[in-house]
């Protein structure tokens, strides 16, 4: 068990800090973060949503503060904690209820889960919530969904499940954003396990993938992205290589879509 409480306080505490250093240079091209600081290595204060037109948004966060992806996560955390187990949307929905200030959206929350706030607190049933999303693709529910994973430990499948259950809160089942984010799920699942390695985790990602659609294939892109890792000779060298094919500029959420921030992870 103590090896278990160290795998999950590493994949929430990673997740907390990785979201309080990367926000300081979300959206910034490589370049402009080698000019900037060479390689970011310590946490520092930034600003976000400054054009939202809320009193307070935009304003300067001190460093270590985290952004909307961990407010959805600790919303989740808060109902597995309150449940004492695994939970449905319905669930999820009633600490939203409770817990969510409205005022707050574009402030500490993003704009796009404001109309999901409100459909949720209308009376619409929380599995037909994320049907009113505008962005049917975003990370928000992959890059955010680390608790159901976790409370899921050791059971990929379950955890698919629950995924499936729980994301329709964010986004409809028919949105590949989902797809994404169940690979997430059973991935961390699956690296609760004692045995678990790169490989298996990466193995139950893939598994978990669907083909997809023409214009979406979740798997393929998962395969490309390792193809690419193989042809890399370092880290450095991969990402300059994602961002030949992510390059995306000019539309809402532009690098916040769940086939490049999860294949990037």
Known sequence: MDFLYDKVLG?????????????????????RIEKEYGILKELLPYAHYGNYGKPGSGRMRPPGTTEDGIERQRLMCTAIIEKGGRITAADLAKVWARDINPDWFGVQM???????????????????????????????????????????ACNPSQAVLDCYEVGQLYQPLHGYGLDYAAAVCAAIAEAMKPNATVQSVVDVAMD??????????????????????????????????????????????????????????
């Open 110 to 152: 993003e704009p796009c889960d404001e109309i999901l706030y409100k459909a949720a607190m209308s009376g619409i049933p929380p599995k037909e919530v994320g049907r009113y999303t505008n962005f049917t693709g975003i990370n928000s529910f992959g890059r955010s969904c680390h608790p159901i994973g976790l409370i899921n």
């Open 11 to 31: 994949c929430l505490a990673g997740s907390n800090i990785g979201s309080a250093m990367g926000a300081a240079v979300e959206g910034w091209e490589p370049e």
């Open 208 to 265: 978990v993938l669907p083909e997809g659609d023409p214009n979406q294939k979740p798997r393929r892109e998962l395969q490309w992205a390792l193809d690419l890792a193989d042809k890399s000779k370092d880290v450095w060298d991969l990402r300059n290589r994602f961002y030949e094919r992510y390059t995306g500029r000019g539309t809402p959420y532009a690098m916040s879509w769940a086939q490049e921030v999860i294949i990037k992870g």
